[in-house]
């Protein structure tokens, strides 16, 4: 009995996540697609057209947001205002034809990770480097990691595996940290030596990276206690910390399943899906963040499809009763996703204020993990409301929502800004005393690595500009 309960319960709350999961991850462009997609195909979904308010559903008379919901329930505080937002002049005309623009798939080029390492490590590599390191990336799996061996390489390029060695090291410290390592192990141990170097460490760290992961994975913590004769709660510390710094597939949290990598490509955004405010045009108040719903009118289940299911035939009540159980799972899934989306806006926008209104040097540094467990979801489904939104800031500027995870956008800032201002070009070591005077701890090669990230010239490259200025 129970048995066959849970195997009638487990395909509708499987294709409810999936749907869900498929929703989020879409713009607010891409949703009404599928909103229209759905209203095509399925006759017991049906749009009501009146405009009401997606968060409240009061009737709305006039255009613009809802008056009720765009309010604060305290003016003091600084806690955003979230809501849905029917806002026509963010959502696409049916009956508007671009006759002049060829109906072509145009999409943006996309850098892959062997020319993502590649453009970093250039400046380090000597000319007889070069074809080596480009040897090297080609291959690379889609976690980063080596597919031949350093001997195999050395045998086919006719290099010294020392050599091929040196190669590989610089390979390995560009981004993402670990890049170009032959096994999971190597790559953790380059995350740890880079992380040494400008943050503590746990001792046993190292120790547990080389010989204990098969107990750390199973959670053996007490044998290892014992094992390397250390407190237990140093091994709980050191597995904390391994697990929430440490990645053993490098491209994998860096770059995702579609190799994208973890620096925005230029995009250019016709249209935002978040809208972010002052309230009554004043930063010292709440803000407020639009959710785009891009309909103005209520989807939901057609009552007169359901009284037809009800009064079918046994012939057509089966094809009946899917489409209709089809429309409330859509409808249900919809409510879902943008639930999820309040959600995460709420959280997000109050920990980043600051960087939305006084700008990038003063953004927080967080994770899609930290937020997937305050939020209690998991990492991808964060992953996905962030994926391809675009959020216009006060300021109207229009940028990616994924830019409020960017934890080295205060650092790149405060380096474009160093740069900018600098009478003679600094050197990287220069750029790193500069930006530990300024409260930001690096090292060397991190400074190499945002500026190639922003396209910025190493100090002898810089001069030999200023000078044909």
Not at 274 to 283: A, E, G, Q, T, V
Not at 401 to 427: A, H, Q, T
Request: aromatic share 6%; with cysteine; net charge negative.
């Amino acid at each position: 009995m129970f048995q066959v309960q849970h195997q009638s319960i487990r395909p509708l709350t499987t294709a409810h996540l999936a749907q869900t999961m498929t929703l989020l991850s879409l713009t607010a462009d891409e949703l009404k697609q599928e909103i229209d997609s759905e209203l095509s195909s399925n006759p017991a979904l049906e749009m009501v057209e009146e405009r009401r308010c997606p968060t409240c559903h009061r009737l709305l008379t006039e255009p613009g947001k809802c008056p009720i919901c765009s309010l604060p329930t305290n003016i003091e505080s600084e806690e955003p205002v979230v809501f849905l937002s029917p806002r026509e002049e963010f959502i696409p005309q049916k009956d508007y034809i671009d006759t002049e623009i060829d109906d072509e798939p145009f999409a943006p080029a996309t850098e892959d990770l062997p020319t993502y390492v590649l453009r970093q490590i250039a400046p380090d590599l000597k000319p007889e480097q070069r074809g080596l390191a480009a040897f090297l990336l080609t291959h690379l799996d889609e976690d980063g990691l080596l597919t031949t061996s350093l001997m195999d390489v050395a045998r086919y390029t006719h290099f010294m595996i020392s050599e091929v060695e040196k190669v590989q090291k610089i390979i390995q410290l560009a981004d993402p940290i670990g890049v170009g390592s032959c096994t999971t192990t190597d790559a953790l141990l380059v995350q740890l030596q880079v992380l040494a170097e400008t943050g503590e460490v746990p001792e046993i760290a190292e120790i547990l990276v080389r010989e204990g992961m098969g107990e750390l994975s199973h959670h053996q913590y007490s044998d290892l206690a014992h094992k390397y004769n250390v407190p237990l709660r140093k091994i709980n510390e050191a597995a904390k910390f391994i697990a929430e710094n440490l990645n053993p597939f490098p491209a994998r949290s860096h770059w995702g399943d579609t190799r994208q990598p973890v620096v925005e490509q230029t995009q250019v955004y016709h249209q935002p899906d978040i809208l972010i405010s002052y309230l009554n045009d004043d930063p010292n108040r709440p803000l407020v963040v639009e959710i785009i719903m891009p309909i103005s009118g209520t989807l939901q289940v057609n009552p007169l499809f359901k009284q037809a299911v009800r009064q079918a035939s046994d012939d057509t009540k089966p094809d009946l009763k899917q489409d209709l159980e089809k429309a409330s799972l859509f409808v249900k899934c919809l409510q879902q996703r943008n639930h999820t989306m309040e959600r995460l806006l709420i959280r997000v926008v109050g920990m980043q204020r600051d960087y939305i209104i006084k700008g990038e040097k003063f953004i927080k540094p967080v994770t899609r993990a930290q937020i997937s467990r305050e939020l209690e979801v998991h990492e991808s489904t964060i992953s996905r409301a962030v994926a391809n939104k675009a959020v216009q800031l006060p300021n109207k500027r229009i940028v990616p929502l994924s830019s409020f995870f960017d934890r080295s956008l205060n650092v790149r800032s405060e380096l474009k800004e160093i740069i900018e201002k600098e009478s003679k070009p600094y050197s990287d070591s220069d750029l790193v005393e500069i930006l530990g005077q300024r409260g930001y701890e690096v090292a060397r090669r991190t400074v190499a690595k945002y500026r190639a990230i922003e396209g910025i010239l190493p100090a002898h490259l810089r001069k030999v500009t200023t000078k044909a200025t």
